[in-house]
């Protein structure tokens, strides 16, 4: 089965050629002034001209009202919206209605209660995003750092298509997939040498680390 990748926060052309490079199907750009992954509409446009053809351009917006969507939208031109705040599924819907596009719902989870949150969402969200809660006093909705007791995914049905979110590295990416079967991943910190900071060097790893995790997989080990 094919396993999706995605490489969100990206902020520099060097970035964006290593996610590419490993083979990224997804490349995500964050619009939120508050994160240090922010990234400036025009730049994104810049930087996302890369990805034609090679792997999806993602916006990821947090409670965006339609004016700054608008300005996204026209100027970058996304192949889906991601929504990481508190938007309702009637706010989803709107903004599928209004811009066309794919819009994936990140939620945010720390115990097996919290898959309850999916449902309002199911047949709306064309996808989920499964990041974790942020630590207390955390001003970042995602990007922390932080996984999530992957374990809880057990209870999930089958049919929900998610990317699995936080605190992924190459150093836990096997045990991951391993414990989730996750037919998708997003990584943004994992990557990184300082907040907002990609190495391309940490990209490659991680890469490699899907990879291998993989092949075990495959073989049963």
């Not at 919206?81 to 990140?106: D, N």
Request: charged share 20%.
């Amino acid at each position: 089965m094919p396993l999706d990748i995605k490489i969100c926060g990206l902020k520099t052309p060097e970035a964006v050629a290593a996610a590419l490079e490993g083979g990224a199907s997804h490349v995500g750009f964050i619009f939120f002034p508050q994160s240090p992954r922010n990234v400036p509409v025009e730049e994104a446009a810049r930087l996302r001209q890369a990805a034609t053809g090679r792997a999806k351009a993602v916006a990821v917006t947090v409670d965006a009202d339609d004016a700054a969507l608008d300005a996204i939208v026209r100027a970058m031109k996304p192949d889906m919206l991601q929504l990481h705040g508190s938007e309702t599924p009637e706010r989803v819907a709107a903004v599928q209605a209004r811009y066309g596009l794919p819009v994936m719902k990140a939620l945010s989870l720390s115990e097996a209660a919290d898959l309850q949150d999916i449902t309002p969402y199911r047949g709306i969200a064309d996808r989920f995003l499964l990041d974790a809660k942020p630590p207390k006093g955390a001003v970042l909705p995602g990007g922390n750092g932080v996984p999530f007791d992957w374990s809880i995914l057990a209870a999930l049905d089958a049919d929900i298509d998610y990317m699995l979110s936080g605190g992924l590295d190459a150093g836990n990416i096997g045990e991951a997939l391993r414990i989730t079967n996750a037919r998708g991943i997003d990584v943004s910190s994992g990557v990184e040498t300082a907040p907002g900071v990609k190495d391309v060097g940490l990209i490659a790893s991680f890469f490699e680390a899907v990879r291998q995790a993989r092949l075990s997989l495959d073989a049963g080990t």
